[in-house]
T-cell receptor, first 111, second 118 residues
Framework: GNSVTQMEGPVTLSEEAFLTINCTYTATGYPSLFWYVQYPGEGLQLLLKATKADDKGSNKGFEATYRKETTSFHLEKGSVQVSDSAVYFC??????????FGTGTRLKVLA | DAGVIQSPRHEVTEMGQEVTLRCKPISGHDYLFWYRQTMMRGLELLIYFNNNVPIDDSGMPEDRFSAKMPNASFSTLKIQPSEPRDSAVYFCASISGRQGGTGGNEQFFGPGTRLTVL
């Protein structure tokens, strides 16, 4: 079946450090890939997405590239801020609107 | 748009009591999802509806849980009787499938209901 695997957290970084959160997937067909972010006390919200191979999603300085050859969709940001502290979820859909979410990676950014 | 609306935001109840969580999806959205989030189990899909019809309820943990969607603008998740292990944050989310495509549409989450069963 379809699945998403993302790196265990928590990830703790200093402000302005480079961020990478790894995500790999297993899916039949041609999935759409997403990163969602959850700030404390809130629901998840879409950060970025890519719907076909080699697409790059980007938003708020975050980027992720859909790599079909490595079945990956790693999240990156060149310089994190304290306000980026949150839980990040990788997710996919494949042929339906049922989302498959990863387990989430908690990011803590220290000033 | 007001976004997905959930009520109550917090619920504290005693074991054995009935609990009803409510959700109003974004107007025009035809898919509605119920999730449960805990530290131990992460984010779990409980059930989802399309055009008010349940499509997949394989995530509903047991018969104590039931969900209904009587119309396009309202859904409930009921737990009867409640147990301490049901304590979690319950999220409702909705999607518009009418934009077409193959599932790349954004899912909009509500703020969640934090349930505590004593």
């Amino acid at each position: 079946g379809n699945s998403v695997t993302q790196m265990e957290g928590p990830v703790t970084l200093s402000e302005e450090a480079f961020l990478t959160i790894n995500c790999t997937y297993t899916a039949t067909g041609y999935p759409s890939l997403f990163w969602y972010v959850q700030y404390p006390g809130e629901g998840l919200q879409l950060l970025l997405k890519a719907t076909k191979a080699d697409d790059k999603g980007s938003n708020k300085g975050f980027e992720a590239t859909y790599r079909k050859e490595t079945t990956s969709f790693h999240l990156e940001k060149g310089s994190v801020q304290v306000s980026d502290s949150a839980v990040y979820f990788c997710a996919l859909t494949s042929g339906t609107y049922k989302y498959i979410f990863g387990t989430g990676t908690r990011l803590k950014v220290l000033a | 748009d007001a976004g997905v609306i959930q009520s109550p935001r917090h619920e504290v109840t005693e074991m054995g009591q009935e609990v009803t969580l409510r959700c109003k999806p974004i107007s025009g959205h035809d898919y509605l999802f119920w999730y449960r989030q805990t530290m131990m189990r992460g984010l779990e899909l409980l059930i989802y509806f399309n055009n008010n019809v349940p499509i997949d309820d394989s995530g509903m943990p047991e018969d104590r849980f039931s969900a209904k969607m009587p119309n396009a603008s309202f859904s409930t998740l009921k737990i009867q009787p409640s147990e301490p292990r049901d304590s979690a944050v319950y999220f409702c989310a909705s999607i518009s499938g009418r934009q077409g495509g193959t599932g790349g549409n954004e899912q909009f989450f509500g703020p969640g209901t934090r349930l505590t069963v004593l």
